[in-house]
């Protein structure tokens, strides 16, 4: 799951605004919640922080003022979550580990 989101390459698509990548991911998200966490769902924690940290890293690709500064994009990120938690499916069930 972790090839897929490194796969899909979306980190370093900064055409594309976080609406659109929400749009986009959140189907894949979905099925994978519903799927294995119907047997295990704590094994589904490395794989939704990896997605964060992908996140974090879209963050410093599109925007200039967090080139270089991971902190203040994980920051950034969070406060997106804060604002708009129903934004990802994840985060949507509390899911929200390992934003750096």
Same mark, same amino acid.
């Given at each position: 799951?972790?090839?897929?989101?490194?796969?899909?390459?979306?980190?370093?698509?900064?055409?594309?605004? =976080? !609406?659109?990548?929400?749009?986009?991911? &959140?189907?894949? *998200?979905?099925? @994978?919640?519903?799927?294995?966490?119907?047997?295990? $769902?704590?094994? =589904? !924690?490395?794989?939704?922080?990896?997605? &964060?940290?992908? *996140?974090?890293? @879209?963050?410093?690709?599109?925007?200039?003022?967090? $080139?270089?500064?991971?902190?203040?994009?994980?920051?950034?990120?969070?406060?997106?979550?804060?604002?708009?938690?129903?934004?990802?499916?994840?985060?949507? $069930?509390?899911?929200?580990?390992?934003?750096?």
């Amino acid at each position: 799951m972790c090839a897929k989101t490194r796969q899909s390459n979306w980190r370093n698509r900064t055409d594309l605004g =976080l !609406n659109e990548i929400a749009t986009l991911y &959140n189907p894949v *998200l979905r099925g @994978w919640i519903e799927y294995y966490g119907c047997y295990v $769902r704590s094994a =589904l !924690n490395p794989v939704l922080r990896h997605f &964060n940290k992908t *996140l974090v890293k @879209w963050a410093m690709h599109k925007y200039k003022r967090f $080139r270089g500064k991971k902190t203040k994009a994980m920051l950034f990120i969070k406060e997106i979550f804060k604002r708009q938690p129903q934004l990802f499916e994840h985060w949507k $069930r509390g899911m929200t580990a390992g934003f750096a």
